[in-house]
């Protein structure tokens, strides 16, 4: 009882600190907003402070060369680089003239602050923007509307949700079937062969690779001159990583297990396979079933990678929404509603199963099924 009251004192003191953490948070970002909004007027006041670039784009030489002394921060897209600017993670950004341009138009609070930027390496011109007023806030209806129904975006959120649950789905059936014939295999085998030693080590390589790298390399080499779908290779590569966690989890689980009943068997003359499927398996299930809980949370998570092999998930989805509207709460708010969803669905389905097979819930019928009575 004791303990019970001393972990609730420290919940709330945890919970009081969080709140204080956040206000103070807020306080220090408004702050900063308003003292750096007007600040800067060209492209020299940027000198010393933090600058937006775009990945994989020239903007980091024209600010090196413009802006020597700044400090660079690297974005995936125009939209990621005006939201930047807005809450204040950096003080300006450089991109291409045409961008910038509709940048201002949907940012009023925007402005270029440079001509054109060019070196003679480069061809091209980009500007720099800075920001000289705080945004204004759309109003609610506005901004549900350009989230949901403008531009056909309901229809974007609905396809990139069967795409998520597509993968998460099918990598989640075919991944753990593969993971328990894998774990039944090494199990069945005393001395492991070449062929389980193969396994092993190819297990290994994808456990020990991270999800992104291990994708790409499906999508950019292995797959790469084939016909395969972005999202089929999304499948593969999921599934794989899937049965390797799978495999571990079971792996985990049989270590926990108490091995007194299949001595037990054996001396009764049970062959291999009847002591796996009635002594082993039953209570490796019900040891299992929180990692394999965890792992289906885990690869769900995961799945909003794909869109770097140009996949339109949910993820994917609430990207190009923010880089239509300019604004992130609502995409990024529906995108995390999205997937929880999705993690509670397929982890209820696993506590459905949990519970129906359950050896606790067996009656004595079911539990002497097959034996006599004399």
């Not at 929404?321 to 995108?335: E, K, N, Q, S």
């Not at 509603?337 to 506590?351: G, P």
Request: with cysteine.
């Amino acid at each position: 009882m004791r303990n019970s009251k001393t972990q609730k004192r420290i919940n709330r003191l945890l919970a009081l600190l969080l709140v204080v953490l956040v206000v103070l948070c807020s306080f220090t970002a408004c702050n900063k907003n308003e003292e750096d909004a007007g600040q800067i007027t060209n492209i020299s006041d940027l000198n010393g402070k933090i600058v937006g670039v775009a990945i994989g784009s020239m903007h980091e030489d024209i600010a090196k060369h413009f802006i020597p002394n700044c400090t660079i921060h690297y974005y995936n897209s125009p939209a990621d680089l005006a939201a930047a600017l807005n809450s204040g993670v950096v003080d300006g950004i450089i991109c291409d003239g045409a961008v910038s341009l509709a940048l201002i138009k949907e940012n009023d609070n925007l402005a270029i602050i440079s001509d054109p930027l060019s070196t003679n390496e480069y061809e091209f011109e980009a500007r720099a923007l800075a920001k000289i007023s705080e945004p204004k806030d759309s109003t609610l209806k506005e901004s549900l509307y350009d989230t949901f129904i403008a531009d056909g975006r309901m229809d974007m959120l609905i396809d990139g949700f069967k795409t998520t649950a597509l993968i998460s789905f099918t990598s989640i059936i075919i991944g753990g079937l593969l993971g328990f014939l894998y774990f039944s295999f090494c199990w069945s085998k005393t001395k492991p062969g070449i062929e389980a030693k193969i396994a092993t080590l190819f297990v290994w390589i994808v456990k020990a690779t991270p999800i992104l790298v291990f994708l790409m390399i499906l999508y950019y080499v292995v797959f790469a001159k084939t016909s395969l779908s972005a999202t089929t290779i999304a499948i593969i590569g999921f599934t794989l990583a899937y049965m390797a966690s799978t495999e571990s989890t079971f792996h985990s689980a049989f270590k926990e297990l108490n091995h007194g009943e299949e001595e037990a068997a054996i001396s009764l003359g049970y062959k291999t396979w009847q002591i796996y499927y009635k002594f082993v398996l039953p209570p490796l299930l019900e040891n299992a079933s929180t990692g394999i809980k965890n792992e289906i949370v885990s690869l769900v998570q995961a799945t909003s990678i794909v869109g770097y092999i140009a996949v339109q998930d949910i993820t994917k989805v609430s990207d190009i929404i923010r880089g239509r509207t300019f604004d992130a709460f609502f995409p990024l708010l529906v995108t995390t509603i999205l997937y929880f969803a999705l993690c509670w669905i397929f982890v209820d389905l696993v506590r459905i199963a949990e519970y129906k097979f359950n050896l606790r819930r067996r009656t004595p019928d079911q539990i002497l099924k097959g034996v006599e009575h004399k």
